[in-house]
């Protein structure tokens, strides 16, 4: 105790140490390293002036992308949770559950800006919509769930998503934010790579646009398959696109890497993605994309927003220690 709250009457300390200013009121800019009011970065889609494009979860990319901010949720199949039984200095179940309490706070905090419900149990989320006017599947990759690594969860959203895409003869859109693969699912989170090529060959044979919207970061296994599989590559300014990160290259070559080495700027000039877009103008510039490639779906009434739900996922139990095949 203080030699204040010694001489302060009853009820004056209570007063003296009440917070009026809420917490994350304001927030530091990557880049500049000044501080930008929240509310305005929520006008700006969480760009701030110096450029730099924080990272957003599924909720702000569905206001992003869809007409009046209208879309109707996708409910994603469930998987086992912890199939491995892997533990590390935490069990994995433990992991999930304070990824889930975390995206939970957040999704409580952003709703009041308005947008339908969303549904999310993993990294991933997806809803339908439509964008100016083409009916549209939007699939998000969180970062803020375990750095939105692909395990068997974001493989089933992944599948289930592009089947309704087919099913719904819509477009299917991907915003990719991931370090890789999950390591406490093992293999199986390795088998997600060609599960989600495959999901991807039948939105093609549907002849159905498939577009990436590449983010910071994208890295991993995610890079290695569905992230480079676009037939059109979208990128927020200075995202890092990568396999291995910048400095297991250098430890590996021993060699100074380029100036901008591994960003979206550097992937565009070396012919990797097609388009490096202001997140302002990401949605006018997927619109012009899809007005391209499917000009007889642009302003259609003939798709209605009604309720969805994923087929079931088709995933075998965990077999018991001990067990015989």
Same mark, same amino acid.
């Given at each position: 105790?203080?030699?204040?709250?010694?001489?302060?009457?009853?009820?004056?300390?209570?007063?003296?140490?009440?917070?009026?200013?809420?917490?994350?009121?304001?927030?530091?800019?990557?880049?500049?390293?000044?501080l930008?009011?929240?509310?305005?970065?929520?006008?700006?889609?969480?760009?701030?002036?110096?450029?730099?494009?924080?990272?957003?979860?599924p909720r702000? $990319?569905?206001? *992003?992308?869809? =007409? %009046?901010? +209208?879309?109707?949720?996708?409910?994603?199949?469930? @998987?086992? &949770? /912890?199939p491995?039984?892997?533990?590390?200095?935490?069990?994995?179940?433990?992991?999930?559950?304070?990824?889930?309490?975390?995206?939970?706070?957040?999704?409580?905090e952003?709703?009041?800006?308005?947008?339908?419900?969303?549904?999310?149990?993993?990294?991933?989320?997806?809803?339908?919509?439509?964008?100016?006017?083409?009916?549209?599947?939007?699939?998000?990759?969180?970062?803020?769930?375990?750095?939105?690594?692909?395990?068997?969860?974001?493989?089933?959203?992944?599948?289930?998503?592009?089947?309704?895409?087919?099913?719904?003869?819509?477009?299917?859109?991907?915003?990719?934010?991931?370090?890789?693969?999950?390591?406490?699912?093992?293999?199986?989170?390795?088998m997600?790579?060609? $599960?989600?090529? *495959?999901?991807? =060959? %039948?939105? +093609?044979?549907?002849?159905?646009?498939?577009?990436? @919207?590449? &983010? /910071?970061?994208?890295?991993?296994?995610?890079?290695?398959?569905?992230?480079m599989?676009?037939?059109?590559?979208?990128?927020e300014?200075?995202?890092?696109?990568?396999?291995?990160?910048?400095?297991?290259?250098?430890?590996?070559?021993?060699?100074?890497?380029?100036?901008?080495?591994?960003?979206?700027?550097?992937?565009?000039?070396?012919?990797?993605?097609?388009i490096?877009?202001?997140?302002?103008?990401?949605?006018?510039?997927?619109?012009?994309?899809?007005?391209?490639?499917?000009?007889?779906?642009?302003?259609?009434?003939?798709?209605?927003?009604?309720?969805?739900?994923?087929?079931?996922?088709?995933?075998?139990?965990?077999?018991?220690?001990?067990?015989?095949?």
């Open positions: 105790m203080n030699w204040i709250s010694k001489i302060s009457p009853p009820g004056l300390s209570s007063w003296l140490n009440k917070k009026d200013t809420p917490e994350n009121l304001w927030v530091k800019c990557p880049k500049s390293g000044e930008v009011y929240k509310a305005d970065l929520d006008e700006s889609w969480h760009v701030t002036p110096a450029g730099a494009h924080l990272r957003i979860g702000v $990319r569905f206001r *992003l992308f869809f =007409d %009046e901010e +209208r879309w109707e949720p996708i409910a994603l199949p469930s @998987v086992p &949770t /912890d491995l039984k892997f533990r590390d200095d935490k069990p994995y179940t433990s992991r999930i559950k304070a990824a889930k309490s975390k995206i939970t706070a957040r999704e409580k952003e709703s009041q800006h308005g947008g339908a419900p969303i549904q999310q149990d993993d990294c991933m989320a997806a809803a339908f919509g439509k964008i100016d006017g083409v009916p549209t599947v939007v699939l998000v990759q969180d970062f803020a769930f375990m750095g939105g690594s692909l395990g068997m969860a974001a493989g089933e959203a992944f599948v289930a998503a592009a089947q309704m895409a087919v099913a719904k003869k819509a477009a299917f859109v991907v915003c990719t934010a991931s370090g890789g693969a999950r390591m406490q699912e093992g293999t199986l989170s390795l997600q790579m060609p $599960r989600t090529t *495959l999901a991807i =060959d %039948e939105v +093609r044979e549907a002849g159905l646009p498939y577009i990436v @919207v590449l &983010t /910071d970061p994208t890295s991993g296994g995610v890079s290695a398959s569905y992230a599989l676009g037939d059109i590559h979208i990128a300014p200075e995202a890092m696109i990568a396999f291995s990160g910048p400095r297991v290259i250098e430890q590996t070559i021993r060699e100074k890497l380029p100036e901008g080495f591994q960003r979206a700027e550097f992937l565009k000039e070396k012919g990797q993605v097609d490096v877009c202001d997140r302002r103008e990401l949605k006018a510039t997927v619109a012009r994309v899809l007005g391209h490639l499917m000009p007889r779906l642009r302003r259609s009434t003939d798709t209605p927003i009604g309720p969805i739900t994923a087929p079931a996922a088709d995933v075998p139990a965990p077999r018991e220690k001990g067990s015989s095949a």
